[in-house]
């Protein structure tokens, strides 16, 4: 097997984004040795309906962010809360779970910041929404590689993680019987775990209980899972979309646009708005607004890997289930929510603290940080021949442009000591960063012990 240790079965799965031709069925798929297989489909969830029912009953219409943070995160019966929606037998599949060079590169990119920054002693890798943990344990086998680079730093891993299932998932995946749930409630931190390498691993259900420091974020498809506003402009000027009881079916719910202007309405559209509907998560950007305050006073650097676009859309809430578009007042709780990132936003709410590059496309970001040297690296030591398959299966996946390759974007964000260190031996990860330090590429890496 070389070194392709782990390897993910999957015979049918969907991506999550808006690619109805996507949708196709997989067979003989990379099979990861961490994944845990579920074979519970996510049944009709009458609590939520119910739930929602009688919230409104008493307090009327409710945003569509309330709406969406009840279905995904509450705390009884929120769909997060309770499934573990990724991979063949759940919902949606995503890029760490295809293939592992995906999370090698991350890897990488965290290695070199850290290796930018000077090698600070204490380095933390905080994972934001790590889905089955895939990501982070793809980021810890890179790092167990690099140990003569990494010499003498303190790593630990710290995952923002709203789910107690997917928390014992990551748990299972990253530390196998190692680890322990925190008893009270109170407790910022509720588990922690030690990796076979030795890795503390912690887990929290807010960014700001992280400790701070030195930090390198990741947050792959997390902020498109984050609760939107909608506002829908009219006559009288920019409304809110929210969802109410159909009163033709007091067990269906619908979208109604609120007739006077909300708290949201009136305080999140840019006075400039051109388009006719604008979705907002103002959520995001109180989180990216955090990341930015941390990388600027603690060092460190954020990734932010989504789908989405610039500004430019409307109407992106879609719901999925069982790999299929679902209506979003559908059966609540039962399905997947999402929205399309709005990154001219999130670089928005950045501010001037840090310097963001990007977004730029994950083709252009994996091609630039050396998957084609990865590929071939790892083809060069595995012989079978369905392995094989499955590596170049998933390299096409993840670059092409027609698949995931153009329509997911990578925005960095980045301290700005970072422009001020020009250094030759560094590769050209974001092309439009002038005179800055680019992250060394899987080249530089393989020499230094990657294998
Ligand atoms: C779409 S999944 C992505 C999982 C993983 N990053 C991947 O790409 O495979 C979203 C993840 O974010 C978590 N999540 C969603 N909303 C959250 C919130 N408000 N706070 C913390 N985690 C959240 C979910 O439980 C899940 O782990």
Redesign the pocket.
Known sequence: MGTIQKMINISRASV?FLAPSLNAQWTGMLNRSCSSSSSEKQAPNPSMLRHLVSKITATGPITVAEYMREV??NPVSGY?VKNDM?GADGDFI????ISQIFGELLGIWCVSEWMAAGKPKAFQVVE?????G??TSDILRVFGQLQSVLCGASVSVHL????PK?SEVQAHCLAGENTQVCVSDEESVYRTGTTHTGVPVSWY?RIDDVPRGFSIFLA???F???PIHKFQRTEKGWREVMVDIDPDKPDKLRFVVFPAPTLASTTLIQADEQREHVEVCAEGGVIVQNLATRVSEDGGAALIADYGHDGTKTDTFRGFRGHKLHDVLEAPGSA?LTADVDFSYLRKMAGDAVVCFGPITQRAFLKNMGIDTRLQVLLRSCNDSSTRAQLVHGYNMLTDPEKMGHRFQFLSLLHPSRLAQPKEENGIMMKRRRNGTAPLTVAGFTELGLN
Do not use: I, Q
Request: aromatic letters at 6%.
């Open positions: 999550r995904l995160t997060y990724l995503t890029s760490p779970e934001l929404g790590p889905g089955r895939s990501l923002v993680e709203v789910s997917l259900r792959h498809e997390f498109d899972a984050l997947d």
